[in-house]
């Protein structure tokens, strides 16, 4: 008797942190069912260190390493590289479907490879818009083009899944919310009850507020990154009595504004970028965060964390909606004035904090994994 193969095969790619953290809760729930799904891992290695420490806390390991990140990389390096490279990987192994996450070029090259090779396109949080096409840059193209290749959508929200009705995209949109919820929930379990992510942190005064910053975003470059940097100054001169903790991004261009500008203040303390579960130790204990992060703009609302949000636009609408998120955009004035309130108002600060996050309940990945194991 021919006995037919029925096992369905799994292809995650991905490139940067935050795509691995979003994948993670997906991979181990995948590998839940191995009698029926098989499940390769590709990094691209677009980051490397960073992206490292989140394959180890989440006990994730590669199948296949492509290598990419090299100094001083152009998106240019990264499309042509990574296309090169999975022509050569996928000559090897070849998926029913690819998932791939979010709106990196690793996402867009990783989709296009996959159409080359006629293998079906899962995405992961498909249908933010920003509506402006180079803001996030160079993100929103990439999710637009990635949309447009996708056979499988998976939404985080009602609002991105009208996006992508509006783009014309009518077929498997799956309202799903979004992993990152799955993430944090496993990760703040483990860092709660770890003391050696508070003794990570033994420089902060625990009876004082902390505030985290990050900021990292291209379109920002320039004099609006300045403007941040001084209306962060600005708020510790204002609040000596308040501590404000940058983990400051590895690019040059970030690097150089922010030494020059918050070097030297007692109460800023400016350190190297955290590991991931250090950051949500970080976020769990803050008082709120100042950010250009799409991630931290889905993540701290489930701690109760408000987020002032420092971009012109946030293709996260549903956060500010619901009220999780504030956008300042990059003038000091407006983020010195939305800091100040949510530091003096007791009211508008429990009006952020208690605002339901409209991101999920945390069983993402199990939704997107019988989703999968249905339409294969």
Not at 254 to 274: C, D, H, M, T
Not at 325 to 342: D, H, N, P, Y
Request: charged share 25%; hydrophobic share 40%; proline share 5%.
């Amino acid at each position: 008797m021919l006995l037919i193969n029925s096992m369905k095969k799994i292809l995650f790619v991905f490139g940067t942190r935050p795509e691995a953290i979003k994948m993670a809760p997906i991979i181990h729930e995948a590998k839940k069912h191995a009698d029926e799904l098989e499940v390769k891992v590709c990094v691209t290695g677009q980051h490397k260190e960073m992206l490292q420490q989140v394959m180890d806390f989440f006990q994730l390991t590669e199948d296949y390493n492509l290598h990419l990140m090299k100094p001083g990389q152009t998106l240019f390096d990264i499309t042509a590289d990574g296309l090169r490279a999975l022509e050569k990987m996928l000559d090897d192994y070849t998926p029913d479907i690819m998932l791939v996450q979010g709106d990196t070029t690793t996402v867009f090259t990783a989709a296009l490879a996959a159409f080359y090779k006629k293998i079906k396109i899962g995405h992961i949080e498909a249908g933010l818009r920003s509506f402006d096409k180079y803001s996030p840059f160079p993100e929103e193209i990439n999710r637009k083009l990635t949309g447009a290749l996708t056979d499988f959508h998976f939404a985080p929200t009602v609002k991105a899944k009208e996006n992508l009705e509006h783009e014309n995209i009518h077929r498997n949109i799956f309202v799903v919310g979004n992993t990152v919820i799955d993430a944090l929930l496993w990760a703040v379990d483990k860092v709660r009850t770890d003391n050696r992510y508070q003794s990570f942190f033994s420089f902060l005064d625990p009876e004082k507020r902390t505030v985290l910053i990050t900021g990292h975003r291209r379109e920002s470059f320039g004099k609006p990154f300045e403007n941040i940097c001084d209306a962060i100054t600005t708020l510790a001169e204002k609040y000596p009595g308040m501590q404000f903790v940058y983990p400051v991004h590895l690019n040059p261009n970030v690097q150089q504004v922010v030494k020059e500008r918050l070097s030297g203040y007692p109460n800023i303390f400016l350190i190297a970028p955290l590991p991931y579960p250090q950051l949500v130790w970080l976020m769990d204990q803050c008082h709120f965060v100042i950010t250009d992060s799409g991630g931290i703009q889905e993540e701290a609302p489930t701690l109760g964390k408000p987020v002032l949000v420092i971009r012109d636009i946030t293709e996260r609408e549903e956060g500010i909606a619901a009220g999780t998120a504030l956008l300042v955009g990059t003038s000091k004035e407006r983020i010195v004035a939305e800091a100040t309130k949510l530091i003096d108002d007791a009211e508008s600060y429990k009006k952020m904090s208690k605002a339901v996050n409209p991101y999920g309940t945390g069983d993402s990945a199990t939704q997107i994994v019988k989703i999968l194991l249905k339409e294969l």
